[in-house]
């Protein structure tokens, strides 16, 4: 049995390294050597004394950050002290370096250092087949955009062989399916309006403005949860169970319940690997402790999605927001969510839905902004007498169907929220869900955007 998983793992590792290196080949040597690196720091770890494996934990750790800092942060770095010295009246000619962004480096760069937190932890043993840990680093699926697997959820499933499950198959093309729909029909469709008018902010009145933020929420979020879904759905096809990362977080009522529903497979690790360790070296600070800790994290949130200042303002909005939650208590508490007769949420669960959601849709802007002047043009004009003018989006036809699909997402999302994806545990005759299938599908094929959008996270 070990020997037919050592067969299906080296298959995969050269599929993966395939796939990353028609994506990103000039960096291929890069993640081989990291991966190199990190494979026998985590055997000097399980084999050293406690003292020692401090030592080589701590050393991962530091390549690890230096790998992102490097690659990254540098030129942002060099920028900002460029910009900062020029503003009080010291001259500097900043040279920055023309550094290529390895795809994926946000997403394997905390594989790698998590593995090594674990087996220091004592949460796994150190892997000595090098073909497997090769394979949890570059799996090809997750590489590009995650979800982000823990090493000791993800190489035993390495460990031994997989063999064809239909159901798994089964539930892996309705996942797939399902992602397809999302970004091909709502998040790339959405991304031709959204682009239009960000290109002539100006012009643009701020009813238009605050149709088109709350329109880029939604393509963020189909756009990623649309990947993820596409990903865990080649994983249990290949006979693997994926970390989950989103769990319909626009029904949140809070921005910690936002953000515990959101990106899960970073959220959960910022937590285990920074909030928690800080919440524990702040404990004597009381409250203001767990708010430092709250803001750092969230800082850290921001600028894992991109060098730039926009990314800084965006984690500390959503950490000062956290404040007020954390003062009534309210930050840890895991209410059921109210539904009245008719089956939708609560009047007052209903109206938090909706705070929560416009909380989220500013910060976002933050995201989709070039700059931090950008942002704050965007939002003044929002909140301009032209907020209560008639709003003008290029391309009616396609905007209204676009929107048609988006309500459609929405009321699914919503009666499916207690599964794991909207098409999983279907409970309908056969007939009724071979034509849910086919609808979808033809959705795919006669509406979706095919053409040149990317995921929106490959550049993270």
């Not at 010291?90 to 550094?99: D, E, G, H, Q």
């Not at 070039?370 to 003044?380: H, P, R, T, V």
Request: proline share 3%.
């Amino acid at each position: 049995m070990k020997k037919k998983a050592k067969t299906q793992n080296l298959l995969l590792l050269f599929a993966s390294y395939f796939f990353y290196g028609y994506a990103n080949w000039e960096m291929i040597p890069l993640l081989l050597v990291a991966t190199t690196i990190f494979y026998f720091l985590g055997i000097a770890i399980q084999k050293s004394t406690e003292k020692k494996a401090l030592i080589f934990n701590s050393l991962g750790v530091f390549l690890g950050v230096g790998l992102l800092l490097y690659f990254k942060y540098l030129n942002f770095f060099i920028e900002s002290f460029s910009d900062l010295f020029n503003t009080i009246g010291l001259k500097v000619n900043s040279t920055t370096f023309n550094i290529i962004l390895p795809l994926g480096i946000s997403f394997f760069t905390f594989r790698l250092i998590s593995y090594v937190i674990e087996v220091r932890r004592g949460k796994m043993e150190a892997t000595t087949d090098f073909v497997d840990f090769a394979t949890y680093v570059a799996f090809f699926p997750t590489i590009l955009s995650g979800p982000i697997d823990r090493p000791n959820r993800f190489i035993p499933q390495l460990q031994s062989k997989r063999s064809f499950d239909y159901n798994l198959v089964v539930d892996g093309c309705r996942q797939i399916l399902w992602g397809l729909f999302q970004k091909v029909v709502i998040a790339d469709n959405l991304a031709g309006l959204i682009n239009d008018v960000w290109t002539d902010i100006p012009n643009q009145s701020g009813s238009t403005l605050l149709i088109i933020a709350i329109l880029y929420s939604f393509q963020i979020y189909t756009d990623f949860s649309g990947y993820s879904h596409m990903a865990i759905g080649v994983g249990k096809i290949l006979g693997f169970q994926i970390t989950k990362n989103f769990n319909y977080p626009f029904f949140s009522r809070n921005l910690a319940e936002f953000w515990r529903n959101w990106h899960i497979s970073l959220t959960s690790w910022l937590t285990d690997y920074i909030f928690m360790p800080l919440n524990v070296k702040f404990r004597n600070l009381g409250i203001w402790g767990i708010i430092l800790a709250i803001i750092i994290n969230m800082l850290l949130v921001g600028m894992w999605h991109g060098a730039t200042w926009t990314f800084v303002v965006f984690g500390l909005y959503n950490g000062l927001l956290f404040i007020p939650l954390i003062l009534t208590g309210s930050i840890f508490k895991k209410k059921k969510l109210k539904t009245n007769k008719l089956g939708l949420p609560s009047l007052n669960d209903s109206l938090r839905i909706i705070r929560t959601f416009l909380i989220v849709t500013l910060g976002l802007i933050m995201c989709r902004a070039e700059n931090i002047d950008q942002a704050i043009s965007y939002i003044l004009k929002i909140i301009s007498p032209s907020l209560f003018t008639k709003p003008i989006l290029t391309g009616m036809s396609l905007a209204l169907t676009t929107i048609i699909f988006l309500f459609i997402f929405v009321i699914v999302e919503w009666l499916s929220r207690k599964n794991e994806f909207p098409l999983s545990n279907l409970k309908i005759n056969k007939p009724l869900e071979y034509t849910l299938y086919f609808t979808i599908i033809f959705a795919i094929i006669y509406f979706g955007d095919f053409g040149t959008n990317q995921f929106i996270y490959f550049k993270f």
